[in-house]
């Protein structure tokens, strides 16, 4: 996906701040955080939404690098992991990416 503003970063034709990475994923910081504390976690392959998520390693790799960036970011208080599928669901972009939220209270549910 060439006109894909997180394929870019995958590919260093954008730089993030990148908070960890390896061959699967990468994470970095959101640009326009909503908490103190704010991380998506990618797949480096382009899948567009949870929906056309199928591969059973990469799901786990996605949800345990979201945990091993939580605690490198020292969340231990606690934090929120969320995936916003779709329109309805408030996504934005369309390369799968899961939220890490903390540093500050969370509120449930979110608007
Ligand atoms: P979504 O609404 O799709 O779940 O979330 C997309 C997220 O990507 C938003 O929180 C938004 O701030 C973030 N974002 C959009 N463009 C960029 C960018 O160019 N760099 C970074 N670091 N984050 C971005
Ligand atoms: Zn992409």
Redesign the pocket.
Known sequence: MTDC??CK?VKRE?N??VVFENDEVLA???????APV?V?VIPKRHIETLDELDDQTLAGELLLSARRVAGQLGLSKGYRV???CKSA??????HL?L?ILGGRQLTWPPG
Request: glycine share 8%; charged share 20%.
């Open positions: 503003i997180f970063m954008i993030p701040d970095f910081r959101d640009i326009h955080p909503k704010h998506l969320a995936i916003n669901g408030g996504q934005e972009v369309y990416h939220h």
